[in-house]
């Protein structure tokens, strides 16, 4: 057990909360009021539905679409991805059978280690937490690294449901390759001179991770935030989820993303932004809360090889253009995101110049 002065480094479960019953918060959830949720506003120009098989086969107003999505948005919701619709009922099956388990079962997965002193990524569990006035998310989370492979760590993979593990691998595999099609549409949108440069950057040694989140039914929904404002540090992320909830920030407004059914939103990740010189943002985006049901979604985060040192494309800066990001290598960067998203900062704004 962990000592009493390190009670506050370890998030309640905030699954537990909610089943409690209670109207009152704990405090620890409860945002200032000038960051606190509010209704979406309606757009003239909403966020686009991209068909990738059209876009595959060369049809030009699908990728005319796609430009307009990822020059304005930063996002798009992809149908006509060839993932099938079982897979990803499994996949939301799975996620949602493994968050109604026992608590005791689910935190043989704790993200906690050293005694419940340290937080890792990896595991189950919730934010990483550096002071005790943080402001935590209403949410539990399960983060896994998927790809490598010889990066597994299986002890970390749930053996219940029974056919987690399978119905993960089959999904991770699908994403990734719609991950790659959507980044060589990226490389000719920005104008990099090799369409495969973005895809290449996936190699090997690249990571990819994925989050299953819960969020859970909240009696006072506007005091709480299930995920704070963000960008990701992924080159580009793809989100299943199963009802509305998801906010993205357009010109200091917050826009619903709208749930389409089949469609996954596929939004572009901080490295991004940084290759492509500024040209296209990784879109600040947050998540909030509703007191009628819960919300269950999968994200997969596509980042580039730790080791690997991210800054502009040459081609992309010139006199005209100049550079507008340093150099970091990625792993520093996928760092100073977490220690970022607890102090509720942009890990991007580190590297402008």
């Given at each position: 057990m962990?000592?009493?002065?390190q009670?506050?480094?370890?998030?309640?479960?905030?699954?537990?909360?909610?089943a409690?019953?209670?109207?009152e918060?704990?405090?620890?959830?409860v945002v200032?009021?000038?960051?606190?949720?509010t209704?979406?506003?309606?757009?003239?120009?909403?966020i686009?539905?991209?068909?990738i098989?059209?876009l595959?086969?060369g049809?030009?107003d699908?990728?005319?679409?796609?430009?307009s999505?990822?020059?304005?948005w930063?996002?798009?919701?992809?149908?006509?991805?060839?993932?099938?619709?079982?897979l990803?009922g499994?996949?939301?099956?799975?996620?949602?059978n493994?968050?109604?388990?026992?608590?005791?079962?689910?935190?043989k997965y704790t993200?906690?280690?050293g005694g419940?002193k340290?937080?890792?990524?990896?595991?189950?569990?919730g934010?990483?937490?550096?002071?005790e006035?943080?402001?935590l998310?209403?949410s539990d989370r399960?983060y896994?690294i998927?790809?490598p492979?010889?990066?597994r760590l299986?002890?970390?993979w749930p053996t219940?449901p029974?056919s987690?593990?399978?119905?993960?691998?089959?999904?991770a595999?699908?994403?990734?390759?719609?991950?790659?099609?959507?980044?060589?549409?990226?490389?000719?949108?920005?104008?990099l001179?090799?369409?495969?440069c973005l895809?290449d950057?996936l190699?090997?040694k690249?990571?990819?991770?994925?989050?299953?989140?819960?969020?859970?039914?909240?009696?006072?929904?506007e005091k709480?935030l299930?995920?704070?404002p963000?960008?990701?540090a992924s080159?580009?992320t793809v989100?299943?989820?199963?009802?509305?909830?998801?906010?993205?920030?357009?010109?200091?407004?917050?826009y619903?993303?709208?749930?389409v059914?089949?469609?996954?939103?596929?939004?572009?990740?901080?490295?991004?932004?940084?290759?492509s010189?500024?040209?296209?943002?990784?879109?600040v985006?947050?998540v909030?809360?509703n007191?009628?049901?819960k919300r269950?979604?999968v994200a997969?985060?596509?980042?580039?090889?730790?080791?690997?040192?991210?800054?502009p494309?040459?081609?992309?800066?010139?006199?005209?253009k100049?550079?507008?990001y340093?150099?970091?290598?990625?792993?520093?960067?996928?760092?100073?995101?977490?220690?970022s998203?607890?102090?509720?900062?942009?890990?991007?704004?580190?590297?402008?110049?």
């Open positions: 962990a000592d009493d002065e009670q506050w480094k370890i998030p309640p479960n905030v699954q537990e909360l909610a409690a019953g209670r109207d918060l704990p405090s620890r959830y200032p009021h000038h960051d606190r949720p209704s979406g506003v309606a757009s003239d120009d909403p686009p539905v991209v068909d098989s059209r595959s086969s049809a030009a699908e990728a005319a679409k796609l430009r999505a990822l020059q304005n930063g996002l798009f919701l992809a149908v006509g991805h060839g993932i099938e619709p079982a990803l499994e996949m939301m099956a799975v996620t949602t493994f968050f109604n388990l026992p608590l005791e079962e689910k935190q993200n906690l280690v419940k340290e937080h890792q990524l990896q595991g189950y569990g934010d990483m937490i550096l002071s006035s943080q402001v998310d209403w399960f896994l998927v790809e492979e010889s990066r299986y002890d970390l219940q029974r987690f593990r399978d119905v993960l691998h089959r999904y595999a699908q994403c990734r390759e719609l991950a790659d099609g959507v980044l060589r549409e990226v490389a000719k949108v920005v104008g001179r090799e369409e495969g895809v950057m190699d090997e690249a990571v990819t991770y994925i989050r299953l989140n819960l969020y859970p039914r909240c009696p006072r929904p709480v299930g995920f704070r963000h960008s990701d080159m580009v989100v299943l989820n199963n009802a509305a909830g998801l906010q993205v920030l357009r010109d200091g407004e917050w619903d993303v709208p749930v059914p089949g469609a996954l939103v596929v939004n572009l990740g901080d490295t991004v932004e940084v290759v010189n500024g040209l296209l943002k990784s879109p985006h947050k909030v809360a007191s009628e049901s269950v979604s997969a985060f596509y980042t580039a090889d730790p080791e690997r040192e991210v800054e494309a040459p081609e992309l800066v010139s006199e005209e100049p550079r507008r340093g150099k970091m290598k990625n792993s520093d960067y996928i760092r100073k995101l977490h220690e998203l607890a102090r509720r900062e942009r890990a991007i704004d580190r590297v402008k110049i």
